[in-house]
């Protein structure tokens, strides 16, 4: 048998990511292991702010409907303006905003409209920083992961050509696995970037909705404050 058809023999037949993560340089190995764990960092974070949202968007439906049904807004914030709900939150700062500004009589109706709008402005503007907070994470990985995974495979290349100086050979056979292991590193980029960018997208949309939907929520607790303040 010819030295030509025993490499034939022994050519993988398939891809076999294992085979080429263990088979490439440390320093393309260290960059698909980086990479590996991001991706699952990322896929971490998109199931459970995924869940999260879903939940804190069920329980705020139910939160709005029992608030507006309350006939005393106030009392409603005292009993249920101190749970983890953003809307929660935002009623709690225009209540208490509310008291200390008409505890010894309103003096100035427009100056205390100004001071809710902003005060409830600012607690819905926190509350969407804060549920956005992990997404940066995502947002890394999606416009870093690629580059890193370019790096080890320009990093596998040149290895790969150094083969080709040190065995003084510029045969296919010789390069070959080198090459897959390299670009195999970029593969596993996209991999970790893709997912990880189409998520930051989705859920940076479904943040700004309901940013809108709590800054509605002030805006109608606004007018509600302006009325009593005319009736007053």
Do not use: C
């Amino acid at each position: 048998m010819t030295s030509l058809n025993i490499l034939a023999a022994a050519a993988p037949t398939r891809l076999e990511p294992v085979k080429l993560f263990m088979d490439a340089d440390i320093v393309v190995q260290l960059v698909m292991a980086g990479l590996l764990i991001a991706s699952l960092w990322s896929w971490a974070i998109i199931v459970a702010f995924w869940l999260r949202l879903g939940r804190i968007g069920r329980r705020t439906e139910s939160f709005e409907r029992e608030f507006w049904e309350a006939e005393d807004f106030d009392a409603f914030a005292r009993a249920r303006g101190n749970g983890e709900l953003p809307p929660g939150r935002v009623a709690r700062a225009g209540v208490a905003e509310w008291r200390q500004s008409t505890k010894g009589g309103v003096k100035d109706r427009e100056g205390l409209r100004q001071r809710l709008a902003a005060v409830m402005t600012s607690q819905v503007a926190e509350e969407a920083d804060t549920l956005a907070e992990r997404l940066n994470f995502l947002a890394t990985v999606g416009a870093v992961a690629p580059f890193v995974g370019l790096f080890g495979t320009v990093w596998g290349i040149m290895n790969s050509f150094f083969q080709i100086g040190a065995q003084e050979s510029s045969s296919l056979a010789v390069v070959a696995p080198g090459i897959s292991e390299a670009l195999f590193a970029t593969a596993i980029g996209l991999f970790a970037a893709i997912p990880a960018v189409i998520a930051y997208n989705r859920f940076g949309h479904a943040v700004n909705r309901y940013e809108a939907r709590l800054q509605r929520f002030a805006d109608k607790l606004h007018a509600s404050f302006s009325r009593q303040l005319e009736a007053g």
